[in-house]
């Protein structure tokens, strides 16, 4: 089915920017290309929550807290997930995760997140 390789996270100040990368190893074009994709995150003691998500036709959601901040995109040829974080506050240091939405696979080891000054 595949597993997950999260990758690009790192620490930065508030307002600066990063991009995250999710493959799904394993996994063919025509198995990758259906899955309704999703970043997670979660921070020290707290759950794991859904940041975005994109279907297999690219319609994309948000949650309130990151809105007009991130952009999830993907790139079935390859295999991938994005997540491009602008205008990083210290409330998204977390770490990150992605995962198909409604057929999770065992998660990977995240990537970590920092925005501290």
């Known amino acids: 089915q595949g597993r997950l390789v999260e990758s690009g996270g790192g620490a930065v100040q508030p307002g600066g920017s990063l991009r995250l990368s999710c493959l799904v190893s394993?996994?063919?074009?025509?198995?990758?290309?259906?899955?309704?994709m999703g970043w997670y995150r979660q921070a020290p003691g707290k759950q794991r929550e859904l940041v975005a998500d994109i279907t297999s036709g690219r319609t994309t959601t948000y949650a309130d807290s990151v809105k007009g901040r991130f952009i999830i995109s993907r790139d079935n040829s390859q295999k991938k997930v994005y997540l491009q974080m602008n205008n990083l506050k210290p409330e998204d240091t977390a770490v990150y995760y992605c995962?198909?939405?409604?057929?999770?696979?065992?998660w990977g080891q995240g990537t970590q997140v920092t925005v501290s000054s």
């Open positions: 394993r996994a063919i074009t025509s198995t990758f290309s259906p899955m309704h």
């Open positions: 995962n198909n939405l409604y057929q999770p696979l065992a």
